[in-house]
């Protein structure tokens, strides 16, 4: 079975630009989770969706806007960004309370 | 605000020992903890989980266990094997709220 996946892997962008990252669940997942990760520190939490609606948002500036497709694929949306968006970025799907990781999306903000 | 805290950033431990990593909690409103393990360059991997109303699981050589009253988990790895070494992370939430809070991680080094 086909675990997570996120696209692309690495990604480079200037100050101001804006990204898209990608996010396919495990077959089955309804739920879809975001987490930011900077060097040195655990997991952060950034925005959950389920069946298409927003569940739950972390403590991230509106800069930062998410959304969920029909088939339950995600895409995480970073506007305006910031040096300090620099991360790997990490998609979660769970069938019930145990969340399944993808291999991220590391950021890298010139 | 740090509610999920792991002091150690590092631990080395011999192959076939035990390795016992540290996790504690603020938040009481917790009830669901889980540890991942990370290599570099990949995703968090989901090891072991353990619900409140449990105070120890176990899959094959891994043993999580909890003492609510010292909001305090650990995972037991035994033995210890070369390909254990990985950084760990322990996870706590609020059951349904699919909101994991992480700590910062513990590196464990399995020497030969």
């Known amino acids: 079975d086909a675990g997570v996946t996120q696209s692309p892997t690495h990604l480079i962008k200037t100050r101001g630009q804006h990204v898209t990252l990608r996010c396919s669940p495990i077959s089955g997942h309804k739920s879809v989770s975001w987490y930011q990760q900077v060097l040195g520190q655990g997991p952060q939490f950034i925005f959950q969706?389920?069946?298409?609606?927003?569940?739950g948002r972390g403590n991230f500036p509106d800069r930062f806007s998410a959304r969920q497709f029909p088939n339950y694929s995600s895409e995480l949306n970073v506007n305006a960004l910031l040096l300090g968006d620099s991360a790997l970025y990490l998609c979660?799907?769970?069938?019930?309370?145990?969340?399944?990781f993808g291999p991220g999306t590391r950021l890298l903000v010139l | 605000d740090q509610q999920v805290k792991q002091n150690s950033p590092s631990l080395s431990v011999q192959e076939g020992r035990i390795s016992i990593l540290n996790c504690d909690y603020t938040?009481?409103?917790?009830?669901?903890f889980l540890w991942y393990k990370k290599y570099p360059a990949e995703g968090p991997t989901f090891l072991i989980s353990?619900?409140?109303?449990?105070d120890k699981n176990e899959d094959g050589r891994f043993t999580v266990f909890l003492n609510k009253s010292a909001k305090h988990l650990s995972l037991h790895i035994v033995p210890s094997q070369p390909g254990d070494s990985a950084v760990y992370f322990c996870a706590a939430e609020v059951q349904g709220a699919q909101k994991l809070v992480f700590g910062q991680g513990t590196r464990l080094t399995i020497n030969p």
């Open positions: 979660a799907s769970s069938l019930t309370e145990t969340q399944y």
């Open positions: 969706y389920y069946e298409k609606e927003e569940r």
């Open positions: 353990i619900s409140s109303i449990k």
């Open positions: 938040n009481s409103m917790f009830d669901y």
